[in-house]
């Protein structure tokens, strides 16, 4: 599943590609024809990530409210221009692919591409191996022929300007709002700490979790007490504070807790940078490569069941927690 990083590298691709235009909504499927209807023709004004959701302002008070879930994604065709921040740490510059080109890269050689496609900057959401994109990629071959290319599968929505394509599916969520709906929706997350770097929210994710008898490793997960945490970013993090997940929050240090939001934030921003969730930190050049090239190298107990710790040699345990998969060391998280 897409964890916060995606959504803000969307977002910011959003900014940097549609905020100021006048956006052609349409969707290809029909599920979202109403939707898109009252989104046509409109100027994008703003584009906002809280968490897992991201919000489209157009004029006139109308917001688009997107949550990728489990399976969505969105692709991007075109002229794509690419936020500063993402491209400081990422590539393909000037290079053309098989579905835009990129027209201000500044750096081509400061990147590692992830051998599974995870910090791809023309689709970003969940990581896709399907036929349908193989079958994209073979149709366009080396640039597109025809812009805006024809919509492939299940587009519940699609944003067009002159120059760029946007295209989702698969999304749990995608509907429109009004101002104060949007309001409501963002005061029931919790705290994201890209949008709220201050003091404040690192009080209130502190005080929530230190109120809790719920155990930590769910209070991560729970987008009402901190949002945009994930299955990898929680395993990855407890770890990180050789913490054992089962242990309440109001049980947990004070100092850890803080320890938590502030390594968040710190793996939040590499995330968003680099388009990957690497939780890895003092890596020398040769094991930094190897880790943004494959996720087996970049994690400590993420999918790495059965196998040796990399701090005790103690095997990694997986165990189900509310249904999802948990993954920790029993022995440094004891
Ligand atoms: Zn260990």
Redesign the pocket.
């Known amino acids: 599943m897409p964890e916060g990083h995606s959504v803000h590298r969307i977002t910011r691709q959003f900014e940097r590609n549609f905020v100021g235009h006048v956006v052609h909504a349409s969707s290809p499927q029909g599920r979202f024809a109403v939707g898109a209807a009252e989104i046509d023709g409109r100027r994008m004004i703003d584009a906002r990530a809280v968490g897992k959701q991201m919000f489209l302002g157009f004029e006139g008070d109308v917001w688009l409210r997107v949550h990728l879930g489990m399976y969505g994604a969105w692709d991007f065709a075109g002229d794509i221009l690419m936020d500063a921040t993402i491209a400081s740490a990422n590539g393909r510059m000037g290079q053309t692919n098989q579905r835009g080109t990129f027209l201000d890269a500044p750096n081509p050689d400061a990147v590692v591409f992830d051998s599974a496609g995870e910090n791809s900057l023309h689709s970003i959401g969940a990581p896709r191996k399907t036929r349908l994109r193989m079958s994209e990629s073979e149709k366009e071959g080396n640039g597109l022929d025809t812009f805006p290319p024809e919509p492939i599968g299940q587009v519940r929505v699609r944003l067009l300007t002159d120059t760029i394509c946007a295209d989702l599916r698969g999304p749990t969520a995608c509907e429109v709002l009004d101002p104060a709906q949007v309001e409501a929706t963002v005061a029931k997350l919790g705290p994201d700490p890209l949008l709220d770097p201050g003091k404040g929210a690192e009080e209130r994710f502190t005080s929530v979790v230190r109120k809790k008898p719920t155990p930590i490793g769910l209070l991560l997960m729970d987008q009402n007490v901190v949002a945009g945490i994930g299955n990898v970013y929680r395993a990855e993090l407890l770890f990180r504070a050789r913490l054992n997940p089962h242990t309440p929050g109001r049980q947990v240090p004070e100092e850890l807790v803080r320890g938590l939001w502030r390594d968040w934030a710190k793996l939040l921003r590499i995330g968003v940078e680099t388009g990957q969730m690497m939780t890895m930190d003092d890596l020398d050049p040769e094991a930094y490569r190897a880790a943004m090239a494959s996720r087996d190298d970049r994690h400590w107990v993420y999918k790495r069941e059965g196998l040796p ?1 990399r ?2 040699g ?1 095997n990694i345990v997986l165990e189900e927690m509310a249904a999802r998969k948990l993954y920790w ?1 029993p ?2 998280q004891a």
Request: proline share 0%; aromatic share 0%.
């Open positions: 710790c701090v005790c103690t060391c022995s440094c």
